[in-house]
């Protein structure tokens, strides 16, 4: 079974304009991302999803995979979409979605997501989450969940908090796929 890792990033960020190239201890974030998903012991291949010439140009001078996708684009999902197109990948592909503005990725968090998929043969899409009690705050995705399926995704506070006990779903960055889902 082939497991590739793809990436997407863009540069017009409304929140960090041009985050994905800030330097983090002198290397482009989006550079620390794909270094941290080739740890993964389960990722045959990292591929670095764009519509930006800069971060494509980065990534060719740092001999890193990329692909240079349309920027009609809504989400990260719409564009590795895109690129699984491009890249020509096979119906028995597991794709995983890794974020390109998580400079932090734990590469366990790769393997664990991408196994869980593989293992679970009734699940096509995998939205792994911690449980937290944080406040509102609009750079963290939270998931509202039944019956194990995410019903909705979204920056704002879900549920609506109706006490300081409220327990949110915070989604980790990564996505598993199996390739119909994707599609």
């Given amino acids: 079974m082939n497991i590739i890792g793809l990436i997407p990033v863009r540069l017009e960020s409304s929140r960090l304009p041009n985050k994905a190239i800030l330097e983090i201890s002198g290397i482009p974030m989006i550079l620390h991302v794909v270094k941290r998903a080739k ?3 389960t990722l045959d291949r990292v591929v670095v999803c764009t519509d930006s010439h ?7 001078e740092n001999k890193i995979e990329v692909v240079l996708t349309k920027n009609v684009h809504t989400n990260g999902t719409e564009r590795i979409a895109e690129a699984a197109d491009i890249l020509g990948l096979d119906q028995g592909t597991i794709v995983v979605d890794i974020q390109g503005d998580e400079p932090l990725l734990k590469p366990y968090m790769v393997d664990n997501v991408a196994d869980y998929l593989i293992k679970n043969n009734q699940f096509d899409i995998i939205v792994p989450f911690i449980k937290t009690f ?12 039944s019956n194990d399926n995410v ?3 979204s920056r704002r506070n879900l549920p609506y908090p109706f006490s300081k006990d409220t327990v949110y779903k915070k989604h980790l960055s990564i996505i598993a796929f199996k390739m119909d889902a994707l599609k």
């Fill in 39 to 41: 740890l993964s012991k």
């Fill in 54 to 60: 800069k971060i494509c140009d980065l990534c060719v």
């Fill in 134 to 145: 944080e406040e509102e705050s609009h750079s963290r995705v939270k998931l509202v969940t």
């Fill in 151 to 153: 019903v909705y995704m």
